[in-house]
């Protein structure tokens, strides 16, 4: 079996309020999914359309204590292990770190198990998790039980600003935590990586400064970013269409959302915005 995807986060609250967010039933409901229940050590669970394979509850507890929470997830027949531990990092600082097993990238790219949803499902709930713990808003969700990809969300700042930073190549990267170059006009590239570095990137087809902003993914579809005002914030509704709705890009999805949720980040909560941390070398 490969070694098993590792994230790390820091978070905005104690390690005591982070542990209370992750097994009350009712902040589960908030950040994670659509339904939960919790009664450690023997019930912890959660599903419903936010969830892949959400048709049922489908995880059992492990271990639980004040700093770690580890249980099983069946999914697509194999039962994986998750497991998160709380470090205190200061007195308000918490860093979370979540192994996930069974995850592979070749999943995420053929879709032959959802599977290949969990690094970016996780990305996204636990960005769903800084935005709990530090009192703000969670934007939009997916639904794995539909192929209308369609996300709405109000960032507290002037559009110009946000549109700004959706096309210029080092806020992206920085908002997005990942190298992203953008040359900026219809028929420029938007690339993953960097402008040198994505030998397939996507093609800019709709620009519109300060109202709009589409780009095609080939098989993975057509995203697009459309802005307005909203009395001095901006309205922001991202759509992703055009792709194969027998086989729905839901990894891909997923980890747009998690973007959304790091780029109003970047605009309210400027030089804490960034909560990704370096996975250290294993020995």
Do not use: C
């Amino acid at each position: 079996m490969s070694e098993p995807m590792i994230v790390r986060v820091r978070l905005a609250a104690p390690v005591k309020e982070v542990r209370h967010a992750l097994t009350d039933p009712a902040a589960m409901r908030v950040w994670l999914a659509e339904h939960a229940e919790a009664d450690l050590p023997g019930r912890y669970a959660f599903w419903g359309r936010r969830t892949p394979e959400g048709d049922a509850p489908h995880q059992r507890p492990l271990h639980a204590d004040d700093h770690t929470l580890r249980f099983a997830w069946l999914l697509d027949g194999v039962e994986t292990t998750t497991e998160i531990t709380l470090t205190e990092e200061s007195p308000d600082a918490t860093v979370l770190t979540l192994s996930q097993s069974h995850f592979d990238f070749q999943d995420v790219i053929t879709g032959a198990s959802i599977r290949g949803v969990l690094q970016t499902f996780w990305s996204l709930a636990l960005s769903n998790l800084a935005d709990y713990v530090e009192g703000r808003e969670i934007g939009p969700q997916p639904d794995f039980t539909s192929a209308d990809f369609r996300g709405e969300t109000v960032i507290d700042t002037p559009v110009d600003q946000v549109f700004d930073s959706l096309v210029d190549s080092d806020k992206a990267s920085d908002w997005f935590g990942y190298p992203i170059g953008i040359e900026p006009h219809v028929g420029g590239r938007f690339a993953m990586g960097g402008l040198d570095a994505d030998p397939h990137p996507a093609k800019i087809i709709d620009l519109v400064p300060g109202k709009t902003m589409s780009a095609d993914w080939g098989p993975g579809g057509v995203v697009t970013w459309d802005l307005e005002d909203s009395g001095g914030k901006t309205r922001l509704t991202f759509v992703q269409s055009g792709f194969d709705t027998a086989n729905p890009p839901y990894a891909a999805w997923t980890g747009w959302l998690s973007g959304l949720a790091a780029l109003r980040r970047y605009h309210e909560a400027p030089g804490r915005h960034q909560i990704w941390l370096p996975v250290e070398p294993a020995a």
